[in-house]
Every structure is written in structure tokens, then in C-alpha cells.
């Protein structure tokens, strides 16, 4: 049977594939394990896995993909054999079960761009009883239910209906936005502070192999690579296309953004904290969600003496985290 749907372009391809790689680990994970793994010295492991793992696995799934037109299971079998689909098996059910927690935190994006943009969120000065409150609730439940019924709308519409139209407008946005929060907080006091930290550094926190092993571990996170996805994408590219600049842009994009992220983040975190900033940043609430969640709200409150200001950043903020989120459910779906 005649395959009938390609995504248009190599751009709409890579556009597509950065929102795959594109999340939330790369907004608010990134920013954690970066401070407790020595700041600039986790980045320079990160950078040599990105060039030696995550690239070459993105390469391997675009050309399996590419090749075999099947997702995970059919490909692995078509291409290693019969007897290792069950490997085609597995990821699928890795990435199924990644997608059931991360559809739940795109539902907390989503419940907290609205708390951001009603002004609702500034109510309190007590975010970690804000957050408690609205997690003991049923309230997440309803809104990991309307992310769901969102991405289900939008894979329903197939490739370039559906996956191409909406990345072509999420991906994009992400970025204006990413970009607007990051002059913002290069632009606050003492957000040199945070930037110095983010990229110095130290040679003795650099022989710990525990740096490296978080750096290989964020890169498999936050690139989406080995998960199948790109594979399962790689389905809908056209035969003309460069596998290996594919995923070269891919990775590279990925890794900008995490970047332009980590020093909006150091950045406000180091300008506004009234406390130790790493401590903030690696340790505040529940791992992640204690920085994004729960301390950020309080750093935005922060940003100006306008509340109307401090409403739009924080807006802009969590709807960017909500962009980031969608994108990559997308594909788990």
C-alpha cells in the first residue's frame, strides 16, 4: 500500500522533531541538574554526549524509520529481524509510560498559565501551600484529561493537518517567548551573577563521573533520543532528505533552547533570590516541580513593582513551559 502523507518539508520535519525534543526537561530539569552538578562544568560533558550519543541515536532512528516506513515494533523486526521486535516493543513501552506522567505535567502547565494570567497565582505569597493545594485536589485530573482530549484532536487530524500545522505554530511561539523572558532576565540586576555561574567551569567537579552521568542522562531526556519518536516521525520524511543534517539541527536546536533556558533561569533566579540561589535552584520543594512550581511564582512576583508586568512574565513563562509540553506529547501519542 502506497504510503499518501509526508510532512511538507525537511523544515516542517525538524520544526515537528524539535518540539519532540523540546520540553519541559529542557525548561525546568535542565536548570536543576545543571546547579547540582557544578554549573559550567556539567555542560561541558553534556555538549560531548550530545555529539557522541544523541545525535548518532537520531541519525539511527531517522534512517530506520526513514527505511522501513514502520513504527517502532515492525521497524526493529523489519531491520534487525523478527526475533528482536520485542526491543520495537519496549520502547514503545517506555515512551507510553513517560507519556502517562507527562501528560499530567502538561495538565499542570496548562492549570498554571491560567493561574498566571488571571492574576490568581499572585494571590498568595505561600506557593508551596498553593501547589499542595491544588495537587491534593481533583483538579489535576481535569486538566491531564484536557490535554489529553488536545493532543487526541490534534493526531486525529493525521501528519500535516494535525502534527505539522500546530508545531509550525507552537515551536516557533516557544522560541519568541523563551527569547523575550531571556532579555528580560539578563537585564536584571546582578543576572551576571547566574550567567558567570551557568558557564564556569570547575576542573575538580569535572573528573566526578557522577557529572557525567547526569550530563548523559539529561541528553538522553531532554533530546528524546532512543525513544522511538523520531523514529515513528521519520516515517512521514521524504526520501530526498538528509538523515544525518536532520538530526544535526535537531540536537543543536535542542540544546540551544536548553541553554537560552538555563540563563533566563539562572539569571532571575541569582538577580531576585533573597537566599543562597543554588540552593533554589537544586534543592527548593519536590525536585522539579519545587523550582518550577512553586519558587519561580515567587521570583516573578519579583520581577517589577507592577503587578500587571509580573502577571505577563509569569504568563509568558508558563505558557511556554505549556508549548514545550504539548509539542512533546504530541509524539507520545
Not at 548518532?56 to 513504527?71: D, H, N, T, Y
Not at 487526541?152 to 523572558?181: D, N, Q
Not at 523520531?230 to 536546536?253: C, Q, R, V
Amino acid at each position: 500500500m502506497k504510503q499518501q502523507e509526508f510532512f511538507s518539508s525537511r523544515w516542517a520535519l525538524i520544526i515537528a522533531s524539535i518540539g519532540i525534543a523540546v520540553g519541559t526537561g529542557n525548561i525546568w530539569r535542565f536548570s536543576r541538574i545543571v546547579a547540582q552538578n557544578g554549573g559550567g562544568s556539567f555542560l561541558i560533558p553534556w555538549v560531548i554526549f550530545l555529539l557522541i550519543w544523541s545525535v548518532p541515536l537520531l541519525i539511527a532512528e531517522f534512517a530506520i524509520g526513514k527505511s522501513a516506513r514502520m513504527g517502532p515494533v515492525g521497524a526493529i523486526a523489519k531491520t534487525a529481524g523478527r526475533k528482536f521486535g520485542w526491543m520495537g516493543a519496549y520502547i514503545v513501552f517506555v515512551s507510553a509510560a513517560i507519556m502517562f506522567y507527562y501528560s499530567v505535567v502538561t495538565g499542570w502547565c496548562i492549570r498554571y498559565f491560567f493561574s498566571a494570567a488571571s492574576g490568581n497565582l499572585f494571590s498568595t505569597s505561600e506557593h508551596l501551600a498553593y501547589w499542595n493545594e491544588f495537587t491534593s485536589g481533583y483538579q489535576p485530573l481535569l486538566f491531564h484529561i484536557a490535554a489529553m482530549v488536545l493532543v487526541a484532536l490534534v493526531v486525529y487530524r493525521g501528519i500535516t493537518k494535525g502534527v505539522e500545522k500546530v508545531t509550525r505554530f507552537l515551536v516557533p511561539s516557544l522560541l519568541f517567548i523563551l527569547l523575550l523572558l531571556f532579555i528580560r532576565a539578563v537585564t536584571l540586576p546582578d543576572a551576571f551573577e547566574g550567567i558567570k555561574y551557568f558557564f564556569t567551569p570547575d576542573l575538580n567537579v569535572i573528573l566526578d563521573y557522577k557529572v557525567w552521568l547526569n550530563a548523559l542522562t539529561q541528553n538522553a531526556w531532554d533530546t528524546g533520543a532512543g525513544w522511538g519518536l523520531i523514529l515513528t516521525y521519520a516515517i512521514y520524511m521524504k526520501k530526498s532528505e538528509d538523515i544525518s543534517l536532520n538530526a544535526a539541527l535537531i540536537g543543536f536546536g535542542n540544546n540551544t533552547i536548553s541553554i537560552l533556558a538555563g540563563i533566563t533561569i539562572f539569571s532571575t533566579v541569582f538577580a531576585l533570590s533573597s537566599v543562597d540561589a543554588m540552593q533554589q535552584v537544586s534543592q527548593s520543594g519536590p525536585a522539579n516541580t519545587g523550582l518550577t512550581f512553586i519558587y519561580l511564582p515567587l521570583l516573578f512576583s519579583k520581577i517589577s513593582e507592577s503587578n500587571l508586568v509580573n502577571t505577563i512574565f509569569a504568563s509568558l513563562f508558563f505558557l511556554a513551559l505549556f508549548f514545550a509540553a504539548f509539542t512533546s506529547l504530541i509524539s507520545m501519542v
